[in-house]
């Protein structure tokens, strides 16, 4: 299919969104970043209400991200970017090693969902205002105990791998994924992150060597990539950067 | 690969292994459910403890459930299932529905992980018990909200595949997780969800052709399928399931 891509994410954060949009600009192709594009151009927030309230045919997405490829439609982070990953090389061909590749992209999608839950853990349709109490309990629970596990976790597939890239010699979609996870725990959790951080060298060099790849560098000095903020799944309440 | 496949999973609870078990059974490839064996067959919680303490060589899995297969060691409980669906004719060929299975899976996923955090919204790590008050909370929300929204969307996929199944004429691995999570829904929040449950009548009659295939009615009937209980993650606390 030569058609382009059509993404449909909230405009205003980055979120599971940009796990996406990396894989969209490492592999160089266009795409069209929908609810961002101005109304006259059939962007805005209408387009992706239209899916959200079931008007578009095609698979029903239970929430954004939601890419749309010709007759495609395709909603869950890691099933787009695992979509996109195998399309442009992103991904291995081998049907076991294409899965362990997924396997990570889950537990990085897992991540992302513990930190969200820390300013949200009653429900996230109620304000973080209204479940700080929780958030304070759940935010110490998270770096004292969950965040070090799950670094250490990232740490040790890379320790296995003993090459530059999680899967091994060729960079995948969840070594994309890794470095938006970890420069959203840094956001969220300056103090909490550099400290469970110390431990995990590997983890911080395979950040930085994703920010030099050119295509990212480019894209991340480019005002298509959006900063973080209060809005998304990485968010920097100082109250909830616990700790010593 | 002729190699047969092994499992491990927590032995004394259904949780996100029996996603996988059920597969399994409706593709009719024989299995070693490790944990279970007796420990003169190389069974028992030690084998799993290998893994979790990184002891076994293969890609370092957070947390069980695991796939053996031959070389290959795969965790989190979607990517296996897919796996062995694409091996067992229980998963569509075309790389783009394939990932809509995939989509599908992630969110019956994200309905497990919610309905989990109801009875541990602070941290898995913590006892129910510690959580009580956070967990009547997130009782609430989640069925007052969030379950009428997400059974409502499994039945918009059903009316619009009009067919049989979610991917259309065949079945396909997420409705075999789509029944375990009705059925777990159900134990769980046996009021909560009969209330719901009362707008998705193409929701139920999917419960009920998964339960009558020929493979996964004798697992039903066998000693091998584990009862839901208060280890897992769907758990059922009287006091949780709330409403008139």
Chains 1, 2 share one sequence.
């Not at 008007?55 to 099933?79: D, K, M, N, T």
């Amino acid at each position: 299919m030569a058609e382009p891509y059509e993404l449909y994410y909230w405009p205003i954060l980055p979120g599971r969104g940009e796990f996406v949009r990396l894989v969209l600009e490492e592999a160089g192709v266009p795409y069209r970043d929908v609810a961002r594009l101005p109304e006259e151009d059939g962007g805005g927030f209408k387009p992706l209400l239209a899916f959200m309230q079931g008007e578009r045919p095609g698979q029903p997405a239970y929430a954004p991200p939601i890419l749309v490829h010709g007759e495609l439609v395709l909603a869950q982070s890691a099933a787009i970017c695992a979509y996109l990953g195998e399309r442009h090389g992103l991904a291995p061909a081998e049907p076991g090693k294409r899965m362990q590749a997924l396997q990570l992209q889950l537990t990085i999608a897992d991540v992302a969902d513990e930190a969200h839950d820390t300013h949200h853990p009653i429900n996230a349709s109620l304000y973080y205002e209204d479940q700080k109490d929780a958030a304070h309990k759940a935010s110490q629970h998270f770096l004292d105990q969950r965040l070090p596990r799950f670094l250490g976790y990232f740490e040790r597939v890379l320790e296995r791998s003993g090459r530059a890239w999680l899967m091994g010699d060729t960079l995948t979609y969840p070594d994309l994924s890794l470095f938006q996870l970890v420069e959203g725990l840094a956001y969220a959790f300056p103090k909490g992150f550099a400290r469970a951080a110390e431990q995990t060298p590997l983890l911080l060099a395979l950040r930085d060597r994703v920010a030099k790849r050119p295509r990212i560098a480019a894209y991340l000095a480019s005002d298509r990539r959006l900063a973080f903020n209060e809005h998304g799944v990485f968010r920097h309440y100082p109250e909830l950067d616990l700790g010593d």
